[in-house]
Nanobody, 127 residues
Framework: VQLQASGGGLVQAGDSLSLSCAASGSTFSTYAVGWFRQAPGKEREFVAAIGWSDISTRYVDSVKGRFTISRDNAENTVYLQISSLKPDDTAVYFC?????????????????????WGQGTQVTVSS
């Protein structure tokens, strides 16, 4: 499966943003999808994941209540809605996919668990 992340940009603190991860090349509905981010000088960090059927979702504690992950399997796309952006959210955001029917509450928070990666989209939040 090929992944294309988009939707990043330069925004101000407090703004909202919607990232998209468009997939092609396989039966996307059988994949769990995660979002990760990497800030300059920092390691890649798990942000959120959604299961193949979108029933299960999972977030890192620092984004709970501000980030919402969702998917539209008919459009082969996973979304990450971000609200109340903070300067600390500045990073390159990557989407990743793995073919699994596991509930993401029991998996899918480390990069090693994913087989496919998008190219990343830059989010920059100014204070």
């Amino acid at each position: 499966v090929q992944l294309q992340a988009s939707g990043g940009g330069l925004v101000q603190a407090g703004d909202s943003l919607s990232l998209s991860c468009a997939a092609s090349g396989s039966t996307f509905s059988t994949y769990a999808v995660g979002w990760f981010r990497q800030a300059p000088g920092k390691e890649r960090e798990f942000v959120a994941a959604i299961g193949w059927s979108d029933i299960s979702t999972r977030y890192v504690d620092s984004v709970k209540g501000r980030f919402t992950i969702s998917r539209d399997n008919a459009e082969n796309t996973v979304y990450l809605q971000i609200s109340s952006l903070k300067p600390d959210d500045t990073a390159v955001y990557f989407c990743a996919a793995v073919r699994t029917r596991r509930n993401v509450n029991y998996c899918c928070t480390t990069g090693q668990e994913y087989d496919y990666w998008g190219q990343g989209t830059q989010v920059t939040v100014s204070s």
